[in-house]
Each structure stands twice: as structure tokens, then as C-alpha cells.
């Protein structure tokens, strides 16, 4: 017998519904693999009791004929999503034995079609980061190694257990989010795929709030037929987010296999940085060829504004954040430091409940909002965002349908290389990802290739809006010429 473990999702899905195997006897291989890889820490909270009381709920309901879309299928879900009466904590201390008495709209959706929840996954701090060092849970390891090295390596961040828990293959996908990268990034570094879908396709309600303006929620995934399926559970309109969009959802999986042919596909030249890996250079020539030989079209195009995006990025995802976890105080929910009276108490609270990389979000969010500075700095940041999105515009209008572009600047990094003395030299790590977050677009990250040391590294698809099928097609024939990269068991 395979091992469960390794099949796909939509493997799974095909061999749930033929009934070749039982909910229950995938979810317990999928509960097994949890428990023997603690010590890659991708998960926060394990909840094996509800997973198999879910599947034997699955396989009932499959035994009737009445399977969802997505029936006995074991998830993962980040830690920032809440769920009822399981602990969410977005890995703050602040938020200390929080238990949601309600569920986000994307978890009951991934429920309602069936879906098996196996516990929740391992993020930055509040999600602000790119390595999942900032985690009060501590850091998680990628199920990655350079070759013969025993490094341990990041999975990326800030949803860095849910790539981890993929790329080791405990859960056969798992939720994530995205502000400035999220997805992408961990996706790029572990040899999974992560599509960050356009603002508003899915629904933020329930979702642990960084940057309101820019936070969105979607799948990392064994492949990208798996992503199209998740998505499409996850996405829809919800009269809760009045961002989240009213529109259909279409059957992202019939994307799969369409034909790219006379697709115009961008290839940005501000993307080309000096002092880029060979190897970044290599993979991007090599998904160009591989597009063309598909029958698509390139095109070099400027975004000239690109430069200006990360700078941007890092006063808005602040400013937003700032307000945003003016929440947490001591009195509604978490961590509670006592202190001589009420300010006393928020400032003893605060100070201890944030890490250090919150806290400084929190200082940049609102300094850069005060009085004095608003203009010149978030007033700014804001122009600079429209002058990004319509570089994006002029292009799609021109007639290119999807851009392509590296991921990252780099493969995975050890644990503890980056950032210790330069937040700056972590922040780098967004500079592929954060412009499609400040236009609003979708953006989907697909393994292309590895590095000498064989790690893997992925591409990035951008797309207009809402055209997420089109990233559906062109991340196939992607991931078809360069196969799939499935990280050797070490734990
Ligand atoms: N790395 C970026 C940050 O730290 C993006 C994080 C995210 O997308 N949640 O803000």
C-alpha cells in the first residue's frame, strides 16, 4: 500500500470517493506523521480526537452518497484563523489560552465540504515575519536539508507550519495567509504551492488581523491541481467582510490543463536585481522557456515603481497593524499583567504579551501615523501604492494577461542567519511578493527548480484581478516540466 501520507489531495479525494480507503484510516496516518515529526514544530496544537471523530462523521456521510467537495480530507490550519472552542493564539503570548466561541467563514466553509481538521499550524508572531522565528511557540524547522548538511533551515514565514506540515506531508494541505508574502514565500522555500488569491476573494472575517488593507487568506498545497481544489472551498462571498467580494466562485480545477497558448505573459525588468543568485536567474529563464513551449507569449515589461514597494509595504503594514492589535489590552482577551491601575495594566500587558518584533511594528504603525508624520510618511506610502497598482493596470490593459517572477531573492536560510542585527535584511526577503499584495492581485507561488545544494525555489505568477484560473493553468505547466519536490524524511 502507498502510504497515505503521500498521496495528493486530489489523489485522496478520488480514493475517498471510490472507497478504496476510509476517512478514518487517512486522517490516522495523517495523525501518526503529526505525532513522529514533533520535532519539526509545524504544528501548535494538536487536535487528533476531533480529526477522527471528523472522518468517521466523513465516512458516514460518504457511505450515503452525501460526500462534499472536499469529504475526509485531513487540513492543517495556521494559527491565526479562529476556530470555536479550539485555541488560537496567532503564536502570541498575548492572546495566552484564547479559545474563539466562533469559527472563521474560510475554516466552517473547509468543514462544511467535508474537511478534517488536524490541528493548527505554527506562524509568526501576529504573522509578521518570513522565517517563523518570531513565534512565541519558537521556531519551526523545514523538513528540508542542504545536502549533506545537518543545518537546520527555515520553512519561511509567516506561515511557516503550514509549508512545513505540507512539504512533510502531515496534512494533505493547509490554510495560510498572506500580507506581504506569506504564502509565497514559505511555498518557495519548502517545494509546495501557495496561491495568494485577489483581495477579497476570501473572506478575513475570523481571521487574526494584521494589515487589514492588505491581508488575505489561501492554501499551500502538494500541487497545484490540490490549491485549485482548496481555493475553491475557501473563497466566496460572506455578508461578515463587507472587503470580501460578491461574485461566483468558478471551478478553479477546470483551469487545470487549459491551454496557455496565446497567453501574454510579462516578464518585469525591475525584477532583475543586481547581485541576484545565478541559480534565481537560471530558473526564471527556465520557466520563461517552459511557458513558450507551451504556446505563450513573452513580453518584457516595466513596473517602473517596483522599487519603491518594499519601503511602502513597511509604513502601511505597520500604520494597519498598529491599530489593529490596539485590541489586545489586558481586559477582552489572553494575557492579563496585573498593574497599579488601568494604563499601568495595559503597558504591563502589552509589554509583556508582544515579542519584539511586534513591538516594533507597533512603534514604526504609530509613529508614521502621529501627527507631524502622517504626511510625510503614511499619506506617502499611500500614494505610493496607487502609483504600484497602476503600474500593474497599464500592463494588463496593454493586453498581458499574468507576469512572471522569481519568488524570493533566495532559497531557504539557516535558522538564526538572517535579521538578528538588520530587521532590514529579513524584510528583503519580500521584495518579489509585496507589490502584488499592495495592488491587490492574485499571485501564486510554483517549485521550479533547486539550488546547488538542493533546495528548493520556486517561481511567481501574478495575475489581473480575479483571474486566478489563469494562475491555475500557467503554475501547471510549471510545476509539469519541473516536477515535484518531496523533502527526504530526517525526523
Ligand atoms: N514578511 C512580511 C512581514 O513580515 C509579510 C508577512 C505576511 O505576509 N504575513 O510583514
Known sequence: MTELTSLTLAEACDRLRKKDISAVELTSAHVAAVEKARA?????????????????????????????????????????????????????????????????????????????????????????????????????????????????????????GSAAAVAAQLCLGATATDTGGSIRQPAAFTGTVGIKPTYGRCSRWGVVAFASSLDQAGPITKTVRDAAIMLRSMAGPDAKDTTCVDRPVPDYEAAIGKSVKGLRIGIPKEYRLDGMPAEIEKIWQQGCDWLKSGGAELVDVSLPHTKYALPAYYIVAPAEASSNLARYDGVRYGLRAPGRDITDMYEKTRAEGFGAEVRRRVMIGTYVLSAGYYDAYYLRAQQVRTLIKRDFEQCFEAGVHAMLTPATPSAAFGIGEKGGADPVEMYLNDVFTVTVNMAGLPGIAVPAGSDAQGLPLGLQLIGRPFDEETLFSLGEVIEREAGRFVAKSWW
Open 40 to 160: 519539526l514544530n509545524a504544528y501548535v496544537l494538536e487536535t487528533p480526537e476531533q480529526a477522527v471523530a471528523m472522518a468517521k462523521a466523513s465516512d458516514a456521510r460518504i457511505a450515503k452518497g452525501e460526500a462534499g467537495p472536499l469529504e475526509g480530507i485531513p487540513l492543517a490550519i495556521k494559527d491565526l484563523f479562529a476556530t470555536k472552542g479550539v485555541r488560537t493564539t496567532a503564536c502570541s503570548h498575548i492572546l495566552d489560552n484564547f479559545v474563539p466561541t466562533y469559527e472563521s467563514t474560510i475554516t466552517s466553509q473547509l468543514w462544511r465540504d467535508g474537511a478534517v481538521m488536524l490541528g493548527k499550524t505554527n506562524n509568526d508572531e501576529f504573522a509578521m515575519g518570513s522565517s517563523n522565528e518570531t513565534s512565541c511557540f519558537g521556531t519551526v524547522q523545514s523538513p528540508w536539508r542542504r545536502e549533506g548538511s545537518n543545518t537546520p533551515l527555515v520553512p519561511g514565514g509567516s506561515s511557516g
